[in-house]
């Protein structure tokens, strides 16, 4: 966009941070190279997390809560994957859920909430969207997904979605 191009040919602009789609990226940083500005770019992926055996297993469970709900996973380097050795997969898949059912949702300004709204309508009907092609595609939902509304009603219009753990054992 136009703030984006003035940022990055403006000589006082030393470096160029962006999260966001490869295409812009791309965009950002061949206008960048004109003035050899640094440039630091996340560009979404799908960030795999590896559990081994010999874990220890609150610490895994906690990691991947972490890498999955943080900033309701608005973050490229989110764990949209979670691979589990074969012989902890049952008391991994176990405590995840657990922990996950507890989560609470609502407004983000409280201590106790965990997972807040979702930013767009765009991204909210992203994900309720990829429920329904992990069920499609063989997984089971272990708990959660769908959307949700908070007890609180100053909340009513928000885009929340009950967190939720798929699986499926290869």
Same mark, same amino acid.
């Given at each position: 966009g136009e703030v984006g191009a003035a940022l990055t040919r403006h000589q006082d602009v030393s470096k160029v941070s962006f999260t @966001?789609? =490869?295409p812009t990226g791309k965009r950002i940083?061949?206008?960048c190279s004109d003035s050899l500005k640094k440039v630091t770019l *996340? /560009? @979404?992926g799908k960030s795999? /997390?590896?559990i081994f055996e010999d874990v220890n297993m609150r610490n895994a469970?906690? &990691?991947a809560m972490l890498a999955n709900f943080f900033s309701q996973g608005a973050v490229c380097s989110n764990g949209t994957r979670v691979f589990v050795h074969r012989s902890i997969? *049952? *008391?991994f898949t176990a405590q995840l859920v657990e922990r996950t059912k507890k989560l609470i949702v609502g407004n983000p300004m409280n201590d106790d909430t965990k997972v807040g709204a979702t930013i767009c309508r765009m991204?909210?009907?992203k994900i309720l969207a990829y429920l329904d092609v992990a069920r499609a595609e063989g997984a089971e939902v272990l708990c959660g997904g769908g959307? =949700? &509304?908070p007890e609180d009603p100053e909340l009513a219009g928000g885009l929340y979605s009950r967190p939720h753990n798929t699986g499926r054992l290869h």
């Open positions: @966001g789609s =490869v940083m061949s206008a *996340e /560009l @979404g795999p /997390l590896i469970v906690s &990691t997969a *049952e *008391e991204q909210y009907d959307a =949700v &509304t």
